[in-house]
Each structure stands twice: as structure tokens, then as C-alpha cells.
């Protein structure tokens, strides 16, 4: 929808224009700014336009109108005096035409009034003769209120029976949040719950009640009703629990929808699901698309970080609104692009949420480092945390990490109330098992999973304890120096964390053809999104260079400098008795990665020695695989 504001100079155009776009949030355009510069001269002078001034104006002008229009609505005021100017701009039926009229020494007193205007004021004869007055629209006395002509605008429009722009379907948190953050960027969108008697009642209608702020915001609680009240081709955006019941909502939705529709889903489904939904959905001639969207309430209300995949003429229907409601990376860019093929963008939410796991676990075990290997009280590791954050290290959690160690309730730390028992969804799991089945090695993410599933055992726990009488014990060694090491081990182990979900994303893009780009995955990670941080910035470039950062020159010489204090950290934290689960998978891996001449040869050996399974040897170049006979050759050696 594009609302036109009419009139002559004076008539009030930019007031209501302005007015309205606070109303509806669709975004506020004057056409006097798209004029050419031999226009505004002229009319600076006090010259009439002629038509064939006009003429390349109202072209750019139309061009405008279709792209607004594509990308959710927008108020322009403009005089368009002429019907046939009026012709030009009317790109198709979603224009909406706001006529002000007023009396002529009410319009000369306010241009007699205006100031930083290029508009001379000797115009307004030329212009009421130029006008011809249009049959159709709305047509304002200027002379009322500004307010009073947005109500009667608001009541002509009837926005209540205008078609929206977008559909989401589940009122949870996120999708609340999105649907205030669509409805704020000018986007029309109509919002459904489903009914559960007793549990979930009316929520999609009382949460537009609460919201009354927003007229482009529709609630529905009957299914047939918000897929009417939507624009076609239906975009229709899933915001509900992963698994079974996105396969029940799609069965339902296929009944109803028609083929072209689009419907997405945001949640964090799996990918293969994702994968399969995109072929089923499409022998209906349903455009199904998954997007990863990360950033919890505050990112999908502010702006969060979206990865949609699937068919791309779909995605091409959608782009400019999840434009609008992105996160924007430091060059104002939106933090979403188009991922890839298939469930793809589901992929890379799950590697997205697996990194996720392994910064949190990395924190929290350098934070219990410094408060129980150093014994820093949490005030202090809140203030050393927010130094390293100034020299280099920013990242959202560690951010977070900073205000959790300095909230109290009463005069104890929130953080020592809350039980240590971790809960997961599944996303880091699967990423795991993804891994098993590409064959990545995952073990420091890994780590982070598996020391959540420890974290649950807490009975276990309590009663191993007081057997194995398991106490942390304080590092004697120098206090400064120390904390300079932890901080070392954790930049390090990050740079892991991150390289391990990379590498998995790198072997699975390779394997179904996704062709992902990196350094653009990196950048739609470096804003609104969970895991945004400094190093994601080095990656939009790093990954630019190279597909693996362990072969990246300036981060090859971090490793080299950092890696001393990893292991020592990792040793040092393990001889005190600190689980360090990631840091020590982190060093592993690291190790594991560059060592030449590892230890599977003894493995190799030992597989052939009880099972046959034969093994390839260093000193054959052809690769071939051999077999022993180990229990001859040790009696011919008359071992
Ligand atoms: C995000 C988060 C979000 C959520 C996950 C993780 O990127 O906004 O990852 O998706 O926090 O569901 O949840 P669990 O820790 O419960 O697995």
C-alpha cells in the first residue's frame, strides 16, 4: 500500500504525510526530494514547471512508488496536480489517494509562514490553476486538525479490511516479537494462535488488543480467517516448536493454501526435516522456506540475524521484508541473506547454535577459573571480563557474562541461586551427530553438549562428590599472570570453537552441492545474533581469503602465540581438579589437527592384529592395504 498525499503548496502535504507515517510506521517520502536539480532551480526562481520538466520526475517517482510498494507501503506526499501526473504515479491498484484541499488565503498564510523551503511563494496562482480537482480518493478540508484528517483517513482506508502484507502463525515469545517488529517497519501482518481450551485462549486477538498502537497489526484465533485476511501469493511465517508440530501445521495449511504461497519456517527445525518439507511441500506447488532466526526476544523484536534458504523465486517475494526488520551488520547492510538450497539455512542455525554451545561452555569454565582457581569474587571477574572486552575480545555472551556476575538478588549473587543444570533443545546435539555422519571432527562442540548432559545428572553428582571427595583447589602461582594466561586459552579455544562449526559447515555445503559463502554467513553472524562478536568481523574477511582458519596466515600466528597458554591453562586446571571439558577438547583438538605423525598407526595395527582389517603402509607409495600375520611373525621372531 502507497498513501498519496496530494495538494498545492501550503496545503499541508509533509504535516499529515509525517503524521501518518508515525501512525502506520510505513516509512515517509516527499517528492519535492526526487525532483532534478534544473527543477529545484527553477523553481527556487519563481519559474512554473513546465510538462516536460515534470515528465522525468514523475518516471523516477513511479519507479519509486513499485519498489515501496514491493517492500511493505509508504506515505508520499506529492502535488500531483494534474490528472494525468496522477496517471503516472498510479502503478497499480494499492495506491491510495489523499486529496487536502483548503482556501486560498489559508494556503498563502502558511507558505507566507514556511521556512527552509525552495518553494516561492508567488507559485500558488499557477498551481490552483494547474489543478484539476480528481473524482476519486479521499478528499480533506485543510482546515481541520492534522490529527482529526489522519482519523478520517485512518476510517476511509479502512485498514480492517485491507489485506496484509505477512502472516505468522504462533504467538510465542519470537513470535510476537517479529510481529511487532514487521507492524514497525511499516509491514502489514496478521498473526494467528491456535486455540488449546484452558491454555491458549484468544492470544493472537488479545495481544493485537494490547497493541493498539499499530493498525497494520491483525489478530485472528479461527485459521480460515487469517489466511483470508492475507495479500496472494500467502506469506506465511511459522514461529512454532520444531518437530511434529510443524509437519501437523503444514499438513492443516496445505488444505487451505494455493500453489505460489510461500510459508516459512523460523523456528529451529532440523535440517533434514527442512530438506524433506521442501520437496513434499513443492509437489503441491507450496514454496516451503526454512530460516534460521537467531537472536532470542530482544534481536527478533530490535532486529535479529535471519538465514533463509529454499526456492529463490519465493525468497525473492520476501527479501525486502526481512530486509526491513534485520539486524544491520557495521556497513547499515541487513544482517540476512539468502543461505542456500534446501534446509540450509536450518543448517547453519544449528552450526550457529552449536558455536553458541561451545562459547558458553568456554566462559563458563573461564569464569570458574578466575573465581575458584584465582579466587576473584564475581564483581571483580565482571570488571577484569569487561577489560578484555575493551582489548579486543567483544562478544555478546562474554558481554551478558559481565551484568550476570554483578546482578544480585538481596545480598547473595543471582548466579550462585540458580542450580547448575543445564537444558538444551537439540540443535547442539544434532550438530554433533551431523558431524558423526560427515565424518567432521567435533569434539570441542561436542564437549559443550556433552557437559550440559552432565550438568543434568545433579543427584549423581552430589553423591560422587562426597565419594571421590572432589573439592577445586586455588592456584598458588602469581595472580596477574595467570589471568593474562586464562585470557589467552579462552581467545584461543573461541577461535577453535569457531573453526570446528565452520569445518562442518565447509563439509556439508561440499557435500550436497549448497555452495555456502562463508565470509557472507560471517557477516549476517556479526549483528543481532547470538554469537556476534570482534572475531566474527575477522571472519567476514578471513573467510574471504580461506576456507579454514587453521590455514589462514594471521591466524596461524595467533594459534602459534596463544597455544602455550592453552595447554598450560588446560594442564594447570585439570591438576586442580576444574572439568575443563571445551578447553581441554579445544588443545586436543588443535593437537590432533597438527601433528604430522600421530598415534593411529598403532590403532591400525591393533585392528589388523585381532580382526584382519588390514592396513596401508609408509613405505608402500601405491597405497595399497596389507595384512600380517602378527602371531607368525612374533613366533618367527621366537618372541
Ligand atoms: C538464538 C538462540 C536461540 C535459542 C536456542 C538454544 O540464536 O537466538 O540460539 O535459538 O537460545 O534455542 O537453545 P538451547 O540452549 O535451549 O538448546
New binding site residues.
Partial sequence: MVIIVTGVSGSGKTTVGTLLSQKTHLPFFDADDFHPSSNVEKMTQGIPLSDQDRAPWLENLAIHIKDWEKSGGAILACSALKEAYRQKLQVNSNIFWIHLKGEKVILEERLQNRENHYMNPGLLDSQLETWEEPEYGLHVDVSKNPEDIVKDIFTHLNFDKMKSKLGIIGMGVMGKSLALNFVENGIGTSVFNRTVPGKEEKVATDFVEEHKEFPLLKGFDALDAFLQSLETPRKILLMIPAGVAVDAQLEQLSADLSPGDIVIDGG?SFFEDSNRRVENMLTKGIHFMPMG????EE?ARKGPSLMPSGNTEAFSLIQEYLQKIAAKDKNGNACMTYVGPEGSGHFI?MV??SI??GEMQVIAETVHLLRFGLRLSPPEISRIIKDWISDGLKNYLLEITTDIYLTKEKDEFLVDLILDVA??????GWSLGTALKHHVAYSPLAEAVTARQLSAKKNDRIELAEIFKHRFRAFGEDKVLLMERIKNAYTLCRIINHETGYSLMKEVSDENGWNLNFSEISRIWTNG??IRSSLMEELVHVFKETDSLLKHKKTVSKIKELKVDLTFIVGLGLQHEFALPVMSAAANYLLGRIIENSSANILQAQRDYFGAHKYQRKDDPNGEFHHTDWLLLKKQSGK
Fill in positions: 529451529n532466526i537467531s537472536g532470542g534481536g542455525k550457529h547454535n553458541e554451545y537444558g538444551q533443545k537439540g540443535t547442539g545474533c547470538i
